[in-house]
């Protein structure tokens, strides 16, 4: 059944007057039975009660069960008009326990309320509601019948504002509710248990606005317009429009045709662009006089959505002229499982002549702003249809579109449909909020709340509070556009599983619609055209919305809590997390969400103030805010970050993601395997006694995107640091990439870094380094990149990569000539230890004098390099001691990003300094042989060839004997047990022009045992 977005043709004004008559007698009926029943003990219905004809019995009872039919069907008010004002049936009195029976079924078109009633007085909270039946309000079957010119019409669905009120001290319901679209819906009682019920509101239905009734279903009128080019202004086309340059060209395009939004602004509007993919059908009947050519062009960006045009005729004929048809489906994941879902347009401006826009509703509050849709649009929502197959995009033929005249009148129609999870759109009333809107749902516990394997859907908002005790959700199913929720636990746990829904199945959007026809007669031909665009900008599902969020968990007995949410929340004004332990957790394959995810769109909400008393954070899911959030200190402002903190966590475990404007951290112990995303902001590690980062990412690439770690002790391994700023570490303790234990060889996944505005350690860690990390520095046109290193200046010696915070590789990118890179020491006399130095695109450039031209060094301050690459080639050699001597070449270190394995004669092999390896320039070894064409070209340790021999001179002695080379420096060491940690200097001496065979002698006692090793250290280049 095809519905459109206005009052399918439900009449107006006054119903008839004869039948609200009759109705009032039998409302004096019931007045009547009221007043002369007699009270008794307990009230039991086993048959069908049916009002009217009947008359509602009078009800004076302390218990009221119902085993059959209990249906109440109001008359007496005016059922024509909208939203309904009738109160709730209360035909009971002294009634204190309510009961409806498994199987049984209660239902009234106004709602019920239940309470106890005295004989005099107000309501009072009644005892219990035990539903283990049927209780239906306000819903279709319920209030769908009324009069019009003396004839009873069924309503499409139910109408607006029917309410259904229970307050009781004990309510079960392991049964059905059923409210009526747009109604009202509350219990309030001490211990509200509603596990395996299910409370369903009707998602679709009629409102009424300025007399009218109007269907609603999450559709509204965004603009309207319809009119022709020639007439429409402000703009217009005098001459008509021309059909070719519009629809046969690449990209398509609408004519500007003149709307009216719901705020009634009037606006000019095309449509089209290279995302419309055309589609035709160009057909001419059996007489050969009459040709119909229908082109739709349709736009579609969200690849979660499949959409199909077709082009249907009436009663199978090709030539008739049928609408055109879209067709939307998706795919949802939902607590039944897998479901495709459809959604259709249907434009009939072809197939019937009618032009006109239809009243469809109003805009705001009041009857001043009504809203329109043209007739030929109509919008369904519900099962697949059976349209055959659907039509194939092609190219639009030249030619298609031709006539003699060129240019063409054409009636036109456009519109836009707004896709809403609500059936409100919110922000068009002042002061309006989600608590006051209809189509609500209000649960109110002041003990106990149990909702285990519940079903609650609401059509606007939903308000779970349990401020005592919430038992839990687990196996539910519970959705809302709108929620508020205050939830504890009085045992230390609070478990959040399952209490919404991570999103509607329903469309989020616009659809903006242009409709075109003209007709033309060309040697004796009929030819009719018609042209359709659409541009979907729909997603499949909508985002639960949760104004107010506010967790407890306290135990009196530890003081010790925990919150656990594996649900997704998307927070839009209050937030509140009062424990000490909280986790975001995963959650099993096939659940609706993979994990729990809060979402504090509130940029005012600040996290320290949210979590009052939070100690523990592990987040397995994700955390999302607008501002920056202050993880385990103080916090003043949105945007603002403090240097310490007094009240840091204990533990922070994140392996999840973390994604706002930015971060400060401050935790004893921090756990990253996650990602933490800046959008705009830093992202600081603060204060962490124990901090690893494993797996993981710090990504916080905008200009005023700063990293900054400080720990005692910090392993970062395989983990993506990307800062749009400066890079900062702090590290007091040991600095290890992985590599500290078995080197950088044995990483297997080594870090890479990128990094906007320069790199600095403040502080040398008494251990480890970072040789297993690649950095790429980059600077931006025009920066000077500040750079500070806290290494110890050991000289152009190996011993200066090690526990020394030493780089694997840094990258050097000068993005313009004007790009500098500026090195300073941190204490008055620094280092940087780099396994391997490259320069990239301006960085490249020299002076005359062969330094770097961009690159600077402050006083006290340089580089130490095994290797140095520019364009892919070894520059190590030729810059050594270049710019200031801030440039230094370390031939004697050769690490995983410096070194070449070379095989000896020996059958040895070697891992050596690849540079000194390819050298042209040194004879290391001084056999006469330049390194480049010597295959032994540096002296090694199998070529010493130490011994050792006793001899009497007269007196005992060792006779030390190894090979060395020219300008060698040669050390002898020694220990008197394999065991004994430390090797002792016996002596050391430098060559000069000679090397071969050198010897010591060693007096040495009578039985007594030494260990000898020499060191051969060649001469620096």
């Known amino acids: 059944m095809w519905q459109r977005l206005h009052d399918h043709g439900i009449g107006r004004g006054a119903l008839s007057e004869r039948f609200f008559m009759k109705q009032k007698s039998i409302l004096g009926l019931v007045a009547l039975a009221l007043t002369s029943a007699a009270w008794s003990q307990t009230y039991e ?38 939203p309904v004002t009738a109160p709730p049936y209360r035909g009971w009195s002294e009634t ?75 309510i079960v319901s392991s049964g059905t509710i059923n409210m009526g679209f747009n109604s009202l819906l509350t219990l309030k009682g001490d211990r509200i248990d509603l596990s395996y019920g299910n409370l369903i509101m009707e998602s679709g239905g009629f409102t009424g606005l300025g007399g009218g009734i109007f269907y609603q279903g999450g559709f509204f009128d965004g603009y309207w317009g319809k009119g022709d080019p020639v007439t429409q202004r402000p703009l217009y086309y005098p001459n008509g429009i021309d059909p070719v340059s519009l629809y046969e060209t690449v990209p398509p395009r609408t004519q500007y045709h003149i709307i009216t939004n719901r705020n009634y602004a009037v606006i000019e509007q095309q449509l089209g662009g290279g995302t419309f993919n055309p589609y035709l059908l160009d057909v001419v009947d059996q007489s050969g006089s009459n040709r119909t050519v229908r082109a739709v062009f349709l736009s579609n960006t969200n690849p979660a959505i499949t ?45 019937y002549t009618n032009f006109q826009l239809l009243l469809n509703g109003y805009a705001g509050i009041g009857y001043n702003r009504p809203t329109y849709i043209p007739e030929n649009y109509h919008f369904y929502q519900g099962s697949q249809l059976s349209l055959g197959v659907p039509a194939v995009s092609t190219v639009i033929p030249p030619g298609t579109f031709l006539t003699p005249q060129r240019t063409v009148t054409n009636e036109w129609t456009a519109y836009q449909a707004i896709f809403q999870p609500a059936s409100t759109i919110m922000g068009e009333v002042a002061g309006q909020n989600v608590t006051n809107l209809p189509g609500r749902i209000e649960l109110t516990a002041d003990k106990y709340l149990v909702l285990t394997n519940a079903h609650i859907s609401s059509v606007n908002y939903l308000l779970l509070k349990a401020t005592n005790h919430f038992g839990g959700s687990a196996g539910a199913e519970i959705t809302a556009p709108h929620a508020d929720l205050y939830l504890r636990s009085t045992n230390g746990f609070l478990n959040i599983t399952n209490v919404l829904a991570p999103y509607l199945p329903r469309p ?85 969400a993979p994990a729990g995810i809060l979402n504090y769109l509130n940029p005012a909400v600040l996290w320290p103030s949210a979590t009052p008393r939070l100690q523990y954070l592990t987040n397995h899911g994700g955390i999302r ?3 920056l959030i202050v993880f385990g200190g103080s916090q003043s402002s949105p945007y603002i970050g403090p240097d310490s903190s007094t009240n840091p966590y204990a533990v922070f475990v994140n392996t999840g993601g973390v994604t706002n404007f930015g971060s400060f951290i401050f935790a004893t112990n921090f756990l990253n395997s996650g990602t933490f995303l800046a959008t705009g902001g830093t992202l600081q590690l603060r204060q962490a006694r124990t901090a690893v980062l494993t797996n993981g990412a710090f990504l916080a690439a905008g200009a005023a995107g700063a990293i900054r770690i400080d720990a005692d002790s910090l392993l970062v391994s395989n983990h993506v640091l990307q800062a749009g700023n400066t890079l900062t570490l702090s590290v007091t303790n040991s600095l290890d990439d992985g590599s500290l234990a078995d080197g950088a060889d044995s990483v297997t996944h080594p870090n890479i870094w990128n990094v906007g505005y320069g790199i600095n350690l403040l502080t040398r860690p008494a251990r480890g380094g970072l040789l297993a990390t690649t950095v790429t520095n980059t600077g931006l046109p025009g920066a000077k990149v500040p750079n500070s290193w806290a290494g110890l200046d050991r000289g152009p010696v190996a011993a200066g990569f090690s526990n020394n915070g030493a780089l694997g590789r840094l990258i050097l990118d000068g993005l313009t000539n004007t790009t500098r890179f500026e090195f300073t020491p941190v204490t008055g006399s620094n280092a940087l ?23 600077l060094f402050q006083p ?70 330049l390194n480049c064409q010597d295959p032994t070209p540096v002296f090694v340790p199998s070529q010493v060839g130490l011994t050792a021999a006793r001899a009497y001179l007269p007196q005992p002695a060792v006779v030390l004997s190894w090979n060395s080379i020219p300008y060698s420096t040669n050390w002898v060491f020694y220990k008197p047990t394999l065991q004994t940690a430390q090797w002792q200097l016996l002596t050391n001496f430098v060559l000069g022009s000679a090397g071969g065979r050198q010897q010591i002698v060693q007096p040495s006692a009578l039985n007594s045992s030494r260990f000898y090793r020499v060191r051969v250290d060649a001469a620096m280049p």
């Not at 019920?112 to 239906?136: K, M, V």
Request: one cysteine or more; glycine letters at 10%; charged letters at 10%.
């Open 45 to 82: 219905n086993w048959a069908v009660v049916q009002c009217p004809p009947e008359i509602p019995p009078n009800i004076v009872a302390s218990t009221f069960i119902n085993h059959a039919e209990f249906r109440i069907n109001f008359t007496n008010f005016n059922m024509g008009a909208l």
């Open 96 to 170: 204190v326990n309510f009961i409806n029976d498994f199987g049984a079924h209660m239902s009234c078109n106004t709602g019920f309320n239940i309470e106890t009633f005295p004989l005099s007085g107000s309501g009072q909270r009644a005892a219990s509601l035990y539903n283990y039946g049927t209780i239906d309000c306000g819903t279709l079957g319920t209030s769908n019948i009324f009069s019009i010119g003396g004839f009873l019409f069924n309503l499409l669905g139910s109408g607006e504002g029917v309410k259904c009120k229970v307050n009781a001290t004990n």
């Open 307 to 351: 959409a199909n045009v077709y082009f249907p005729a009436f009663g199978g004929d090709p030539y008739q002229l049928g609408p055109d048809i879209i067709e939307w489906s998706w795919i949802s994941t939902n607590f039944v499982g897998v479901t495709t879902n459809y959604l259709y347009l249907q434009d009939t401006f072809l197939s």
């Open 508 to 592: 989020i959007g616009i659809c903006d619609l242009f409709s075109a026809r003209w007709t033309n007669i060309i040697n004796n031909i009929t030819n009719r055209y018609h042209v359709l665009f659409v541009d979907t900008q729909l997603e499949p599902s909508s985002p639960l919305l949760v104004q107010t969020l506010s967790l407890s968990a306290t135990n009196a007995a530890t003081r010790d809590d925990r919150i656990v949410i594996s649900d997704v929340f998307n927070v839009t004004s209050n937030l509140l997390l009062n424990t000490r332990r909280l986790t975001l957790a995963t959650n099993a394959p096939g659940a609706p």
């Open 625 to 627: 805010a607008q501002n």
């Open 833 to 855: 230890y780099v396994d391997c130095l490259e320069l990239r695109n301006h960085m490249t450039k020299l002076d005359g004098s062969g330094n770097v031209a961009n690159l």
């Open 860 to 929: 006290g301050m340089k580089i130490y390099y095994a290797q140095l690459i520019i364009n892919g080639v070894s520059w190590a050699e030729k810059l050594n001691g270049k710019n200031g001597g801030g440039l230094n070449w370390v031939p004697s270190y050769a690490g995983t990003y410096s070194s070449t394995n070379v095989v000896y004669p020996d059958g040895t092999t070697n891992r050596l300094n690849q540079a000194l390896v390819q050298s042209c320039n040194l004879d290391s070894d001084g056999d006469g042989i």
